[in-house]
C-alpha cells in the first residue's frame, strides 16, 4: 500500500488548493468485475498529475470517472467544491463543458470538422467567447497551423492527436485529463506535447496525464501508480529510474 494518495505534498501543500477530491471511487462492470478499487486522490492547482501503470490497470477508466465522463459503481469525486453524483446529466455535462478539457486516447475529433472548428467547438459549445487568436495559437503551439483546414481523415494519427491536445488547451479551464496524449506521436512532437500541458499546468490550472511512457510520466510534479485498479505507489519529484522501479517492483512499501 502506498503512502498516503489523499495527503498534500510537501512542495505544494503551503501554496496550494486541491481542484479535485477523490474519495474511494470504485467503478464495476459486470463480467470485468471491479475495474478501479477504492481510489482515493487529491489533485492540487497547477500541478502535473501523472497516472501510471500496466495495460489493463484500469487508467482510462479512472480518468472518465474523475473527469465525470463516467459514474462510479461508489464513491465520490469533487471539483472544485462540487460533488459530481449530485448533480444531473445535464447539470454534469455543463461543469465538464465549462470547467474540465479531455484529451482522449483515441482522440475523438469531429470529423465533418477541419481541425480548426474541432479547436473552437469545446468553447463554442460551453458558449464561451473564443477568439479567432486563441484557436489559431493553440494549433501553432502544436506545430499545425498550416493544417488548420484539414479534416482529421486528412490527418496522421500523430496530428490527430496534436489537435485533440490544442482542443483541450484552447480555452482556460481549470482541470485538463489527458489520456496517453503522446501515444501516437514521435519523440520530437511528444516532447513538444508534453511541454505544452507542463505550461498548461498553471497558478490555477491542473493536468491529470495518464501514460505508460515513463520519460513523460518523470516530468510530472507526482506521479501515481495503478495496479487492479488501485493505487500502488505515490511518487514526488519522480526520476524516469523511480518510475520504472514502481512500475516493475512486487507489491509492499514505499
Ligand atoms: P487501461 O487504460 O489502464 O489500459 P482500462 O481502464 O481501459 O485500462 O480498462 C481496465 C479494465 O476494464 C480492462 O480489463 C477493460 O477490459 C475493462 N473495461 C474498460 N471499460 C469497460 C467497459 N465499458 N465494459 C466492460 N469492461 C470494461
Ligand atoms: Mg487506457
Redesign the pocket.
Known amino acids: 500500500m502506498t503512502a498516503h494518495p489523499g495527503a498534500l505534498p510537501a512542495s505544494l501543500s503551503a501554496r496550494t488548493r486541491a481542484v479535485l477530491v477523490a474519495h474511494d471511487v470504485s467503478k464495476e462492470?459486470?463480467?470485468?468485475g471491479r475495474?478501479?478499487d477504492g481510489v482515493s486522490l487529491q489533485v492540487f492547482a497547477g500541478e502535473l498529475l501523472a497516472i501510471v501503470?500496466?495495460?489493463?490497470?484500469?487508467?482510462?477508466?479512472?480518468?472518465?470517472c474523475l473527469s465525470g465522463l463516467e459514474r462510479p459503481t461508489s464513491g465520490s469525486v469533487q471539483i472544485g467544491g462540487t460533488r459530481l453524483e449530485e448533480l444531473g446529466r445535464s447539470a454534469l455535462a455543463r461543469l465538464r463543458r465549462e470547467r474540465v478539457g479531455f484529451v482522449f486516447?483515441s482522440y475523438n475529433l469531429i470529423s465533418s470538422l477541419t481541425a480548426w472548428d474541432n479547436v473552437a467547438l469545446p468553447a463554442r459549445l460551453a458558449r464561451r467567447r473564443v477568439r479567432d487568436e486563441d484557436v489559431d495559437r493553440a494549433l501553432a503551439h502544436v506545430g499545425l497551423s498550416s493544417r488548420a483546414r484539414a479534416r482529421p481523415a486528412a490527418l496522421s494519427g500523430g496530428q490527430q492527436q496534436r489537435v485533440a491536445v490544442a482542443r483541450a488547451l484552447a480555452v482556460d479551464r481549470d482541470l485538463v485529463f489527458a489520456?496517453e496524449p503522446t501515444g501516437a506521436l514521435d519523440s520530437a512532437a511528444g516532447a513538444q506535447v508534453l511541454s505544452l500541458l507542463r505550461s498548461a499546468a498553471g497558478a490555477n490550472r491542473a493536468v491529470v496525464m495518464?501514460t505508460h511512457d515513463l520519460q513523460a510520466a518523470a516530468t510530472a510534479d507526482r506521479v501515481l501508480v495503478?495496479r487492479d485498479?488501485a493505487i500502488h505507489r505515490e511518487l514526488l519529484a519522480p526520476t524516469p529510474t523511480a518510475v520504472l522501479q514502481a512500475v516493475t517492483a512486487g507489491g509492499g512499501g514505499r
Open positions: 462492470y459486470p463480467g470485468a475495474v478501479v501503470g500496466p495495460s489493463g490497470s484500469g487508467k482510462s477508466t479512472l480518468l472518465h486516447q489520456d495518464v495503478l485498479g
